[in-house]
C-alpha cells in the first residue's frame, strides 16, 4: 500500500540533468550539499497550483514525484520536494534523516506539525537539507549547532535548539541591512521562519500530513496560490495574485490580472507550462 514512497528514483542522471548539475562523487562533502541546495532551489520551484487551481491529488510515491517533477518539468510542495530529494541524497551515499516540522511565521497561535524536512548527515557533521520550503530558506545546508549564525546569498539567519529537540531556523535580516544597523541604521527584527524536530518519522506519516494540506477548506495551501523560485540574484513568486521579482537592482511587484498572463509568467519565470 505504501510501497512505492520508498522506491528508488527511475532515473537518477535524469534528476541530476534537471537540476543543471553533473553527478556529484562520493563522499558528498558540505561543499557539495551548498551547491547541490542552490541548483535545486533554482531550478525547481515551489507551487501548489495542484492543490490550489487543478484540486488534484497528490501522490507521495517516488515514481510518481519523479513525473511530475523531474519528467513533467513541475514544482511541489515540501511533502513532495524533499521526498524527492531525500531519495536523490542516498542515492549520492548522504545519510539522511526524514523529519517533520513547522511553520514558525507569526499567526497569533502555534502552526500545526506540516512540513516534511530532512536531516543529512556528512562527515560526523549534520545539517538540515531544504529545497521545500517557500521561504525564506537559507540557499545552503544548515549546520544543527546551537547558536550558529551564517549567511547565504547575502541573507543572514540563525539556528536555535529549543525544548531540547527543535530546531529553529531564524531569519536575522539582509547581510547589507545588518551592517547598516551596526553603523546606527534602522535596526532589523529577525524573523523566525521554520522549526524541525530533532526525530526520525516514517514516511508514511507524512501521508496524513501531506492530505491535510492538499484537501483541508483552512489549509493555506487550498486558500492561496503560490509559487516561488531562487534566482541567482534573488527570487520571484506568485502569491495569490501578487507578482514579485527581487533582483539586485531592486524590486518589482504587480499584480496579475488575467489567466493568460499567469500562464506567460509561469513559462517566462518558472519554466512551467500548463496543460490549456
Known amino acids: 500500500m505504501y510501497e512505492e514512497l520508498y522506491e528508488d528514483l527511475p532515473d537518477v542522471d535524469r534528476y541530476w540533468e534537471r537540476l543543471g548539475l553533473d553527478r556529484p562523487k562520493s563522499p558528498l562533502t558540505k561543499d557539495d550539499l551548498d551547491r547541490i541546495i542552490f541548483a535545486h532551489q533554482c531550478s525547481i520551484p515551489f507551487e501548489n497550483l495542484d492543490v490550489c487551481d487543478y484540486h488534484r491529488p497528490i501522490s507521495l510515491g517516488i515514481p510518481e514525484l519523479f513525473e511530475k517533477i523531474v519528467a513533467g518539468k513541475r514544482g511541489g510542495y515540501c511533502f513532495e520536494l524533499n521526498a524527492l530529494f531525500d531519495a536523490l541524497l542516498k542515492d549520492a551515499g548522504v545519510e539522511t534523516m526524514p523529519c517533520l516540522g513547522r511553520s514558525l511565521k507569526d499567526r497569533g497561535y502555534v502552526y500545526p506539525i506540516l512540513h516534511r524536512g530532512i536531516i543529512a548527515t556528512l562527515d560526523g557533521r549534520r545539517y538540515i537539507a531544504e529545497v521545500g520550503y517557500g521561504g525564506p530558506t537559507p540557499a545552503c545546508a544548515i549546520p544543527l549547532v546551537d547558536g550558529a549564525e551564517f549567511e547565504s546569498r547575502g541573507q543572514v539567519f540563525r539556528v536555535e535548539l529549543h525544548d531540547s529537540c527543535w530546531w529553529h531556523v531564524i531569519y536575522c ?76 537592482e531592486g524590486k518589482e511587484t504587480r499584480i496579475v490580472e488575467t489567466d493568460a498572463e499567469f500562464r506567460t509568467l509561469l513559462e517566462a519565470y518558472f519554466d512551467i507550462v500548463l496543460p490549456d
Open 173 to 248: 535580516g539582509s547581510a547589507a541591512k545588518l551592517a547598516a544597523a551596526k553603523e546606527g541604521g534602522e535596526a532589523v527584527e529577525p524573523a523566525p521562519v521554520f522549526a524541525l524536530l530533532d526525530a526520525p518519522a516514517a514516511l508514511t506519516d507524512c501521508v496524513p500530513l501531506s492530505y491535510y494540506c492538499s484537501t483541508h477548506p483552512d489549509s493555506v495551501f487550498t486558500q492561496w496560490r503560490m509559487v516561488n523560485r531562487r534566482t541567482e540574484d534573488g527570487n520571484v513568486s506568485i502569491t495569490k495574485d501578487r507578482f514579485v521579482r527581487v533582483t539586485a
